[in-house]
């Protein structure tokens, strides 16, 4: 394989070729600049319309339009949409697309093999080209469009001919008919264009032209009496005035127009006759993008006049291209290449994208039997690279690594590779057997395992490694120590203190730590901190329970950083305890640390990149040049340069720190559709040009769909958005998504979305309106209104309150005047009768005689008592003498004894709950509205029993009235004076009445006044 960056290739191996059933490493082959591409792809099952693209082009916005044979489509990195010609509609553009242009407002001008139309940006609609003035075509017409000059008009291929059009009066001139429907223009937009290149039938015009008339038509690779120069031309590349390159069927030809010579390139390795079909310039390079018939993409130096590198369909790459017939190349302003693959669709890759170097893939191995699964790597001091694998033995490289110097253990599975003190290596194998490596002799020799104690069957060995000094391994068994003896024996020495203190000896690994201590780890059960010391591990403690494998450490400062089955952990040598939170949350295989004492970790899950400072990580997959995902223990190692290596299940990845940045294009956020209300709005236009929405109350449910217009790695691109004014809370997203806002409120809001890569920012200004009721116009005319309501409610009640005022009046007058009259009656009908019955007695009898036999004085005495007890009941009626002097109580006390006299009613009267003293208008409210129910109650109610209560309780005082009488429908029966009087009295003292009263059940009457109101003031007030 290959890598991108020049100086770290001229390290590293390239290619791998089988010598004596291994491969070699072209390591010092890195002269070479062959980029590592990993396509991308975009078939019809990701929506693309048709599987041939005929037209590239990415606009301002970031969107890649391509035309198809089937309709026009604009892809984003993520999402495909189709525009597609229907007969019901002649704004489309065909479905024949044949090229893309972009004009200054970013309007796009697209041809077709039926009609030429204009994509207005804004409005996100097709407009028809109006051919006025100079030029009459029918419809179904092929167009091309190709340049646009500094007016502004636009240079066209219309139905047979090369056309100049002029949108500002729809006036058309003609050009030139020397044009197969391409056309290549030397200079970028918006300049004088003097001459342009035609594709014809066969070869290429080159037509020189005064602005608008044609000057001049040169003819190259057509017509000749040669057959082998007659060309089919696809592309060209104007590299100057005088040096086309043109991709024809015959190969890439270089062609001088003012000496008329060229040269031909068609032949790559073992390929001959190349049929080249398109071409792109390298951005910053002396090279050309080729595109092929059958070959693939190949590159093209300009310079040395070589292609230098091949890509190709291979059907265990899904990284490859999808197939080897390219059609068109495109490379957009962010060196984004797409590819159009003829019957698949659309392969994309960027240019300027890390990848890491991949080495020992399969499918650069010629043995068949050759397993690249790599599972342990040392770099011993010689400069040599020691890489073992799982299944297909040992691969020595030698000093440059330019190639292997060795390949040992053809079938057999390394496990353990320990240099030694003087140089010599052991090595373990997968079946348990040893042999040691003499750097002197460059050769292997087989070592017999013995233990100093008897044990059962082999011993598993799980990890041998150098503690000072000494040499250790972790066994099923225990911890041994490792000697060398002679008649080449390998002695396991078993340490029996440590052993014994650890509760089940199954040790896993072995990690040493700082001041000469170490952690010794039983097989997923627990750590335990162990100190060396005359050869020997002291004991010291438990450190906690791991459930987990070990599977690297490494030492930063004063930190241990362990790579685990359950994640990356750190450990504490002062407080001798694992942190509890897990830095990288993935199965780590193995840990090696940059310069920069930032950490690299192998994993299940790809390559870690874990920043020690910010403890930022990184993530690395297949798609940044991983030969896997799953990396293996112990199969990393750093190499000279500051370099890193990991093998993992499909070879090896060299890595360099410093140039391994996860590489992010320049990207804007765009808004791909709005809608409102869960609808499209029709007032809206182009979600991508929209900049602000303004919206009626009841259109605030908004739903925006954004896209990050990245075509490296959309899904994980970050993307911050914030709505301003309604909750302002920033919410952090990965790759396109849709936001909805449900049932916003009336105000002004703002949209932000953040690319927190390129720190660009899409705006999108919302206003929704405040509904009619919140309006300041609706407000002021309701406070306008309310005002001559409140004035007209005020006039009607002052009218009203001097009408209840007047009727007051009038009832009072009427009530003064029903009292004089009832007074009137009771001294005309009791005490003018008595008095005119004695006047009568006295004038009819003989006076002399009633005064002798003392009859004048017993009728005078009986008549002026009768008379004065009638006058003293009137008084007492009008205002009692005894409410005045002795209060409530006793003046109803001498009312109801009065009454009861009489015979014809008995009341009863209960004042025990009454306590307090009243005012003198309470008191006499309270006395008349009585006097007034017990008047009501004889006239009208025959009953034979009133009763009567009154009591003062929680603040209140409160008079109970009952009768046994026939009662009566209260609602409904006619107020006399009696009713009258009780309910203006009750008025006046502010209390509350309610009269219950049904025919046939008697009347019930409750009297509530808050006794505040009423109470007699203290003396000491």
């Known amino acids: 394989m290959c890598c991108i960056n020049l100086s770290f290739c001229s390290r590293l191996p390239k290619r791998i070729c089988g010598i004596l059933c291994f491969f070699l490493i072209h390591l010092s082959g890195f002269a070479q600049t062959k980029p590592t591409l990993l396509f991308k792809h975009l078939t019809l099952e990701d929506g693309l319309s048709d599987p041939t693209v005929q037209a590239l082009h990415v606009d301002r916005d970031g969107f890649l339009w391509m035309g198809t044979e089937n309709g026009l489509n604009r892809f984003d990195g993520k999402t495909c949409i189709t525009y597609k010609k229907n007969n019901r509609s002649t704004a489309f553009p065909g479905n024949y697309i044949t090229n893309i242009i972009e004009d200054k407002k970013g309007d796009l001008v697209i041809g077709s093999q039926s009609n030429l139309v204009k994509y207005n940006r804004k409005q996100d609609s097709f407009i028809p080209y109006n051919f006025k003035k100079g030029l009459k075509l029918n419809e179904n017409y092929y167009s091309f469009p190709f340049y646009i000059d500094k007016q502004e008009d636009l240079w066209v291929y219309l139905a047979g001919n090369v056309y100049k059009h002029s949108s500002k009066d729809s006036t058309t001139k003609y050009i030139t008919t020397y044009s197969n429907g391409y056309q290549f223009a030397p200079i970028t937009f918006y300049n004088k264009l003097d001459w342009f290149i035609s594709r014809g039938v066969k070869g290429i015009y080159i037509n020189k032209t005064d602005d608008i008339k044609e000057e001049h038509v040169q003819e190259f690779f057509m017509n000749s009496h040669n057959e082998a120069l007659n060309s089919h031309i696809s592309d060209v590349y104007i590299a100057s005035d005088s040096v086309l390159w043109l991709a024809g069927d015959k190969g890439l030809i270089k062609l001088n127009t003012k000496t008329k010579t060229y040269e031909r390139f068609n032949t790559y390795k073992t390929s001959k006759n190349i049929a080249t079909t398109a071409l792109e310039k390298y951005p910053d390079k002396p090279w050309l993008f080729i595109g092929t018939r059958n070959n693939g993409l190949l590159l093209f130096d300009m310079v040395n006049k070589k292609f230098f590198a091949e890509y190709t369909h291979r059907a265990d790459d899904a990284f490859s291209l999808l197939g080897n017939y390219i059609r ?29 170097s991949r080495y020992i893939e399969k499918t650069d191995i010629v043995s068949p039997n050759f397993e690249n699964d790599i599972s342990i790597m040392i770099k011993p001091k010689n400069g040599q690279l020691w890489c073992g694998t799982k299944t297909s033995g040992l691969l020595i490289y030698n000093q440059d690594l330019s190639k292997p110097v060795k390949h040992e253990f053809l079938k057999l599975g390394i496990s353990q590779l320990v240099e030694l003190n003087n140089g010599n290596i052991l090595t373990g194998l997968a079946n348990g057997n040893f042999f040691i490596y003499e750097t002197k002799k460059q050769n292997f020799t087989p070592l017999k395992a013995v233990f100093s104690e008897t044990l059962n069957g082999k011993v598993q060995i799980n990890q041998i490694l150098k503690f000072g000094s000494d040499l250790l391994a972790a066994t099923e068994y225990g911890v041994a120590k490792v000697i060398f003896k002679q008649k080449n024996e390998l002695y396991f020495e078993m340490d029996q203190g440590i ?28 750590l335990y901190l162990a100190d060396w010391k005359d050869g020997r591990f002291i004991f010291k403690k438990e450190i906690g329970k791991s459930p987990y494998g070990i599977n690297g450490s490494i030492t930063i400062g004063n930190a241990l950083y362990l790579a685990t089955t359950s994640g990356l952990l750190k450990y504490n040598p002062i407080t001798n305890t694992i942190e509890k939170s897990v830095l990288i949350d993935a199965n780590c295989s193995s840990l090696l640390a940059d310069q920069n004492k930032n950490l690299w970790v192998g994993s299940n899950n790809g390559l870690y990149f874990y920043n020690t400072k910010n403890n930022n990580q990184t993530r690395y997959t297949i798609g940044d040049g991983l030969q896997s995902m799953v990396f293996n223990p112990n199969a990393a190692i750093a190499l000279n340069n500051h370099l890193l290596t990991f093998g993992g299940i499909n070879g090896i990845n060299v890595i360099d720190p410093a140039k391994s940045n996860i590489y992010t294009s320049h990207s804007k956020p765009q808004i791909t559709e709005i809608l409102i209300n869960d609808q499209i709005h029709p007032g809206i236009g182009n979600p991508i040009t929209t900049t602000d929405l303004e919206l009626q109350h009841d259109e605030n449910t908004i739903t925006i769909a954004f896209s990050t217009m990245d075509f490296i790695d959309p899904a994980q691109r970050k993307i911050v958005y914030q709505m301003i004014g309604y909750d302002n809370k920033k919410v952090s997203v990965s790759g396109s998504n849709s936001i909805r806002f449900p049932n916003m409120p009336s105000g002004k809001f703002k949209l932000v979305i953040t690319d927190v890569y390129s720190k660009e920012k899409t705006v999108l200004s919302i206003f929704i309106g405040a509904p009619f009721w919140q ?86 005495t009986e008549y002026i008592d009768s008379s004065v007890n009638v006058l003293r009941n009137t008084l007492i009626s009008l205002s009692p003498q005894t409410l005045d002097e002795n209060g409530l109580v006793t003046a109803m006390e001498d009312l109801i004894a009065s009454i009861n006299k009489l015979g014809i009613i008995k009341i009863h009267f209960d004042h025990s709950g009454f306590t307090v003293a009243l005012k003198s208008t309470p008191e006499y409210a309270i006395y008349r509205i009585c006097q007034e129910l017990i008047n009501n109650t004889i006239k009208h109610a025959q009953a034979k029993n009133i009763y009567i209560v009154i009591i003062n309780r929680n603040e209140r005082l409160i008079v109970l009235y009952e009768d046994d009488g026939k009662g009566y429908d209260y609602n409904n029966v006619k107020r006399g004076y009696g009713l009258f009087n009780i309910e203006a009295l009750v008025k006046a003292i502010r209390a509350e009445l309610d009269m219950d009263s049904e025919k046939g059940k008697g009347v019930a009457v409750t009297i509530s006044i808050n006794l505040k109101r009423i109470l007699k003031p203290k003396a000491n007030d």
């Open 775 to 860: 309006k300041t116009w609706f407000i002021v005319f309701c406070v306008v209104a309310l005002a001559i309501i409140s004035l007209i409610a005020l006039y009607i009640y002052l009218r009203w309150v001097k009408y209840l005022e007047v009727l007051q009046l009038r009832q009072i007058l009427n009530f003064q005047k029903a009292e004089r009259k009832r007074i009137a009656d009771d001294l005309h009908d009791e005490l003018g009768l008595k008095l005119s019955t004695l006047k009568h007695y006295l004038l009819a009898g003989d006076i002399n005689k009633m005064i002798d036999g003392g009859e004048l004085r017993r009728l005078s």
């Open 328 to 356: 068109k190349i495109y490379i957009d302003k962010k060196q984004n290449l797409f590819l159009s693959i003829n019957g698949y669709g659309l392969d994309y890759t960027n240019l300027n994208k890390v990848i890491f």
């Open 499 to 526: 052993n014994r203190a650890i509760p089940w000896p199954n040790i896993q690994t072995i990690v040493p730590t700082i001041g000469g201590k170490a952690i010794i780890q039983s097989y997923y059960t627990a």
